[in-house]
């Protein structure tokens, strides 16, 4: 079974760069063989990005943070997370149709990562040292 997929956009007053940055992230997750959900992670914007992707990309999960905590505010949408990988990317990317694949290939066993594997980086580095 194919791990599942999310791609999080962050965003902040970047209304300018979704439409292109979220047409490409839902063709690169229908394009994935497995499940791909798209997410916007939206940091307060004032510039009506929120409303724009709701009325644009009607599938695409919009998140509002509860402040502006700049690439902080991911680390409690990560968390919460219910798939097998998060792929988290800026607003003004473009994404190739087929990215997600190769991209998940590269993850074998080790799909999520907390904190607290993150605080004991040795083991990690170990651990991962195994595949090779």
Avoid: Q, W
């Avoid at 798939?83 to 607003?91: A, L, M, Q």
């Amino acid at each position: 079974m194919k791990p599942r997929v999310a791609i999080v956009v962050l965003n902040y007053n970047g209304k300018e760069h979704l439409g292109e940055c979220l047409a490409s992230a839902t063709d690169a997750a229908r394009a994935y063989s497995g499940p791909c959900a798209v997410v916007c992670v939206d940091n307060r914007s004032t510039d009506g990005s929120r409303e724009f992707v709701r009325e644009r990309f009607p599938h695409v999960e919009v998140v509002e943070t509860p402040r502006n905590d700049f690439l902080f505010s991911l680390n409690a949408v990560v968390e919460a997370r219910s798939e097998d990988i998060v792929i988290v990317v800026n607003n003004d990317m473009r994404f190739d149709e087929g990215f997600v694949g190769p991209l998940v290939a590269h993850f074998g066993k080790h799909r999520k990562l907390s904190p607290s594997d993150i605080a004991d980086l040795k083991k990690l580095i170990e651990e991962l040292g195994d595949d090779k």
